[in-house]
């Protein structure tokens, strides 16, 4: 660009000597149009008020670790935060175990580790997000699923319900000897939440809480947990599962296995009794007392119409029975492995109903059971393969 700045020095007035005109030529560069362009900017804008802000995140982050001890292997930890119906958020950890939840609105989460095999302490957070991103999250890889097992020998017990009390029904008669020959190692609780999705990679239970009993569980989804959990720890898998769909699919299973497996509907009273000869443990209880079994079952009394809710319960809050079993009354009714076969008065040995029928036992009774299941006599029939809020399951695995 060229300006061109004239100097005209003529002078009008009579008798004044013509000067020449005088010509100056200024070539401006391309910083100087610059600085002048930024110079009129501000000339322009100076004194002008401004509304200008600067806008505030809409979405945060949650940030930790994941550590553990011995040598484990961090990597690969799912992180899941939920909140409410939204969709929820999920991240894998790093190989140092770090992790960056993103995308997270305000709002309240619950932060859920997860690995296939592995449990986590705690098993979950709760986080608060609110206007800033959250950092210092932690949770520890605690090792592979353990079960905590308690030991029962062998022996011989009273099978069936004694008359005028919880418990006695035309499923739960005659009275018979039963002699179990098989020394077993029984789950001290209802396998919880946590420990299903860490072996199975889901949790199907209507309330989810991982100290909570798992429930909505298909029979053939418990034989697969008890198989890929016998994986884990090196024991022979009990169940060789067909595949197929709900008529055609079936199981075979090997009684000298000794892996983890479902217990059968003997096994199951044996160890409920614990010792007993009474329809409950606690005693025997009339329908009109039914109440007694406040102290020592979550059972019906505890439903919404009762004034309770309608839920399961933290594994092993309520007194364990004599041989130190949780929950063997209430919280979920156990599955049992066969199917319900019809009791006569002739002694048994090792006896075992069809396994995995089109209908099968479940025994103690659940959370919206009545008293009349939720004892160590009851039976009830469950079609298959219907799955219930209410049934969960237990492990036992056969001692050698």
Request: net charge negative.
């Amino acid at each position: 660009m060229m300006m061109q700045i004239v100097n005209d020095m003529n002078d009008t007035n009579e008798g004044t000597m013509m000067k020449p005109t005088t010509t100056m030529t200024i070539t401006a560069s391309k910083t100087m149009l610059s600085m002048l362009s930024v110079l009129m900017l501000l000339v322009l804008t100076s004194g002008c008020g401004s509304d200008s802000t600067t806008t505030p995140p809409t979405t945060f982050s949650i940030k930790g670790v994941v550590t553990a001890a011995g040598g484990l292997d961090v990597s690969g930890v799912t992180l899941t935060a939920s909140t409410g119906s939204a969709a929820p958020v999920t991240v894998t950890t790093m190989a140092t175990g770090e992790f960056t939840l993103t995308g997270l609105a305000a709002g309240t989460y619950t932060v859920r580790p997860s690995k296939a095999g592995f449990l986590f302490t705690p098993a979950e957070r709760t986080i608060t997000v609110t206007n800033a991103d959250v950092l210092s999250v932690t949770f520890q890889m605690t090792g592979a699923v353990e079960i905590a097992m308690v030991s029962v020998e062998p022996g011989t017990f009273t099978m069936g319900a004694i008359e005028g009390f919880i418990g006695t029904g035309p499923l739960t008669r005659p009275q018979h000897q039963v002699t179990l020959t098989r020394g077993l190692w029984v789950g001290k609780y209802e396998v919880t939440q946590a420990e299903y999705e860490a072996v199975m990679g889901t949790n199907p239970s209507e309330l989810k809480d991982p100290t909570h009993p798992v429930n909505n569980v298909d029979t053939y989804d418990m034989m697969e947990f008890c198989n890929r959990l016998s994986d884990m720890h090196g024991y022979d898998k009990v169940y060789t599962i067909h595949p197929g769909d709900n008529e055609t699919r079936s199981v075979q299973w090997n009684w000298d296995a000794n892996g983890y497996r479902l217990p059968v509907e003997a096994e199951w009273e044996y160890f409920a009794r614990a010792g007993t000869t009474t329809n409950a443990y606690m005693g025997n209880i009339k329908r009109v007392d039914e109440n007694q079994l406040d102290d020592y079952a979550w059972w019906r009394t505890y439903a919404p119409e009762q004034g309770g809710s309608s839920t399961t319960r933290p594994v092993g809050l309520k007194p364990a029975n004599p041989w130190g079993l949780y929950d063997i009354l209430g919280n979920v009714s156990e599955a049992c492995f066969d199917n319900m076969r019809t009791y006569d008065a002739s002694a048994q040995v090792d006896p075992v109903g069809m396994p995995v029928g089109r209908d099968n036992v479940r025994r103690g009774g659940g959370y919206l059971n009545s008293s009349p299941e939720t004892n160590s006599a009851g039976r009830v029939l469950v079609p298959y393969p219907a799955v219930f809020a209410s049934v969960g399951f237990r492990v036992v695995r056969t001692r050698r």
